[in-house]
């Protein structure tokens, strides 16, 4: 059964989902800002992917202060904390595809490069490596006929589980939001545009999976404890 | 390695769903199926001593308990072949080693006789993890073989000595994957470079909940006194986790702080270097009030866990390290560690929160003195640091990642990987 996503699905049951994902060195590795800017016009797109969004399965520790990989390393490695910041408020879902983004990161780079006097250079040991990442996806073969099922069920979901319907699918789908939306959006009427509306108003780029689970359980809970009374 | 009944392996599950979650397990079983009844085999060289032989001993029963055929054997060897494979081991992390053609000679051989004890398991296995250097050429003596070949490295590559590195890059060149810890240790190689952290198990007598009573006879027993704050370190007597530098850390520090040190380490049986190095602590140690140097057996497992809880603060001054399962063991166990700035150790020990990240005996004391004086500190790193290995470093991350890594490597270089019927 497919995924029950986008319009053309309307009314199917959610199919959920989970999902693996395991990190591959792309051999890849810079010192320096320049260097960093040729890689990223050659470095396959999974790479791109990998450092926005399959860090969220990696080991984290608490809140990262920035919300992808490269702005971290231009933190950290490069201590330039200007550049840091321009890279951390490029937003993935911006852009029509991952090839719109590395465009993007690429511009960002450039112009730092640009406006610099010296090309900035990390130590020997803060090295830049690319990585990218195979994702291995299965059916958990629970389906779920309607939104109110999904109540209890949100927090009992593997982090896996997450990670595929909420953050992948912004990198799936053509509506760039999460899979939980595409499927509530198939339901006629305006019955569940509030919940789709506060589902795709959530940040996810500050969270851990596992907040972002709660985060969800809690937007499911409410939305169904107000219709209640 | 033997089988275990069907009802122990289910026991087993349900035990690790306790300690972590059903989901967790569910989502382990799934990825599971498309391998059922696949044949697994790891080879290493050794069955007790060092993390690799560890972590074989849980993950071969956990594969067994999801239907995986998995299977462990090793290659035996002679003293030429592991003064070898050490001075490879001591060259992959960096050190200049000048290894003889005659002992270069015997390591191929060692590996063919070795080759002729497994051919046939070797031939027929779907997937044959070769772990670090020793068994590393087995893959071109075995022509015939059908199965999937990845060479795990377990040790911090990211500088190696690049004479010895070539000579071993001829042998691992034609696997199908390799593994590194990290990414900083993965080196160009013509095929795919998973990264897998390594793990500790939460179940195992090194790190199991221990009584009370248990914990304190560790004071009688080793000598100890209760009333003094203990810091250790456990670790094979290895110059590279730095046992001198430990004990010149807890003189500085004991200068001002009243603490007591143990270095607790057993041997490996391929590390021929270990009672050199013992000797070279036990002539620092001389004269030193508190130091208490263990060479403990390779199955004192449940000491060294009564040791590391009764601690109040655990070190792994490493001067280069893979990974450092004794940082997780620790952390597991609540404690803060401070830690060599360097390898695996790195990826555990989060400065300022999980512990500290030292590069000099100068480092390492002062921070064992800020932790001693800062009780609140040191009690709630120790929380965040059992917290961060339960959603990192347990035993059930590293099956769930070879398992991604079994089913990724049967689908070919695809980035999505779709299995059963999603």
């Known amino acids: ?229 | 390695m033997k089988k275990q009944s069907k009802k122990s392996l289910q026991n087993m599950m349900a035990e690790y769903t306790a300690v972590t979650s059903p989901n967790v397990m569910h989502q382990i079983e799934q990825l599971a199926a498309p391998l059922k009844g696949a044949k697994v085999l790891h080879i290493n060289s050794t069955k007790e001593g060092g993390g690799v032989a560890e972590i074989l001993h849980k993950l071969i029963p956990l594969k067994q308990a999801l239907g995986i055929e998995a299977d462990w054997d090793i290659i035996t060897g002679n003293q030429e072949f592991y003064q070898c494979t050490k001075g490879f081991h001591n060259a992959l992390q960096g050190m200049r080693q000048s290894i003889s053609e005659k002992l270069l000679q015997n390591y191929e051989k060692i590996n063919r006789e070795n080759e002729e004890k497994l051919r046939s398991k070797l031939q027929e296995a779907d997937f044959v993890f070769i772990h670090d250097p020793q068994p590393a050429p087995l893959l071109k003596m075995i022509p015939e073989r059908r199965g999937k070949w990845i060479w795990r490295c377990h040790i911090d590559a990211s500088k190696p000595y690049r004479q010895v590195w070539k000579y071993l890059r001829e042998w691992v060149t034609p696997y199908d994957a390799s593994i590194f810890s990290l990414p900083e240790f993965a080196q160009p190689l013509p095929h795919p470079q998973y990264i897998i952290p390594p793990s500790i198990d939460p179940l195992s007598e090194k790190n199991c909940p221990l009584p009370d009573y248990e914990i304190k006879n560790v004071y009688s027993e080793f000598n100890l006194d209760p009333d003094l704050p203990l810091i250790t370190q456990v670790s094979r007597y290895d110059r590279f986790k730095d046992p001198v530098g430990v004990i010149e850390a807890y003189k500085l520090a004991s200068k001002l702080t009243p603490l007591q040190l143990v270095l607790a380490g057993g041997g490996a049986s391929d590390d021929p270097e270990g009672e050199m190095v013992l000797n070279e602590v036990k002539e620092a140690s001389n004269g030193a009030d508190n130091i208490h140097v263990l060479l403990l057996p390779a199955d004192a497992n449940r000491t060294i866990n009564a040791l590391q809880r009764a601690s109040d603060i655990i070190l792994q001054k490493s001067i280069r390290e893979g990974f450092g399962l004794t940082v997780s063991e620790g952390m597991w166990k609540g404690k803060p560690v401070i830690g060599g700035d360097t390898g695996g150790i790195r990826l555990q020990v989060i400065n300022h929160f999980t512990g500290f990240l030292v590069r000099t005996p100068e480092g390492a004391a002062l921070r064992t003195r800020y932790l001693l004086h800062r009780r609140d500190k040191l009690e709630d790193m120790g929380m965040r640091a059992k917290r961060f290995v339960r959603e990192n470093f347990l035993i059930t991350r590293h099956l769930r990642e070879y398992l991604t890594l079994m089913v990724g490597l049967t689908n070919g270089d695809d980035e999505r990987i779709n299995v059963g019927n999603s």
């Open chain 1, 1 to 229: 059964m497919p995924n029950a996503t986008g319009n053309d699905q309307k009314k199917l049951p959610f199919a959920v989902k989970d999902c693996a994902l395991i990190t591959i060195a792309t051999g890849i590795r810079v010192q320096n800002l320049k260097e960093f800017a040729v890689a990223l016009k050659d470095v396959p797109l999974g790479s791109i992917y990998h450092h926005f969004w399959g860090r969220l399965l990696r080991a984290l520790f608490d809140e990262p202060e920035y919300n992808n990989d490269f702005a971290s390393w231009a933190s950290r490695g490069l201590n330039d904390k200007s550049l840091a910041e321009q890279l951390s408020m490029v937003i993935p879902t911006d852009y029509k595809d991952m090839e719109g983004l590395r465009q993007e990161m690429v511009e960002v780079v450039e112009q730092q490069l640009d406006e610099s006097e010296f090309v900035p250079w990390a130590k020997a040991d803060q090295q830049f490596h690319f990585l990218k990442s195979q994702i291995v996806i299965f059916d958990t073969g629970i389906r779920y006929e309607h939104p109110k099922e999904l109540v209890p069920q949100i927090i009992k979901m593997s982090t896996g589980s997450i990670y595929y319907h909420f953050i992948d699918a912004r990198n799936r789908t053509e509506e760039r939001h999460d899979d939980f939306s595409s499927w509530l959006n198939g339901f006629d009427g305006d019955e569940f545009k509030e919940l789709t509306r506060n589902l795709c108003s959530m940040d996810p780029y500050f969270s851990s999976l596992k907040e972002i689970r709660l985060i969800v359980s809690n937007i499911f809970q409410t939305f169904f404890e107000k219709g209640d009374q």
